[in-house]
Nanobody
Framework: QVRLVESGGGLVQAGGSLRLSCTASGSIISDKLVGWYRQAPGKQRAFVAQITSGGSPNYASSVKGRFTISRDNAKNTVYLQMNNLKPEDTAVYYC?????????WGQGTQVTVSS
């Protein structure tokens, strides 16, 4: 059974930082594209960032320059370092990957940025 588990969310003031983790169990993610998405109240889930198996990142324009995605294959984990957080970054953050042609999502971690 493949599971993705996010952690690291919390409450932070505007301008602060958080680091989210997405750890996989039941399968390795070193050869997988892994993405971070977020869903704010009343809005659709939106793309935030992704990282290829080779470590190449891609970011939504709204977070470019503030967020950094990285991976530690030895820990089977993908990170999202979020700096200079803004109130509009408040959302539940989810990680996503595909295993054997099936999309998997974690349960999400809440990020709240106060002004």
């Amino acid at each position: 059974q493949v599971r993705l588990v996010e952690s690291g969310g919390g409450l932070v003031q505007a301008g602060g930082s958080l680091r989210l983790s997405c750890t996989a169990s039941g399968s390795i993610i070193s050869d997988k594209l892994v993405g971070w998405y977020r869903q704010a109240p009343g809005k659709q889930r939106a793309f935030v960032a992704q990282i290829t198996s080779g470590g190449s990142p891609n970011y939504a324009s709204s977070v470019k320059g503030r967020f950094t995605i990285s991976r530690d294959n030895a820990k089977n984990t993908v990170y999202l370092q979020m700096n200079n957080l803004k109130p509009e970054d408040t959302a539940v953050y989810y990680c996503n990957s595909n295993f054997a042609w099936t999309d998997y999502w974690g349960q999400g971690t809440q990020v709240t940025v106060s002004s």
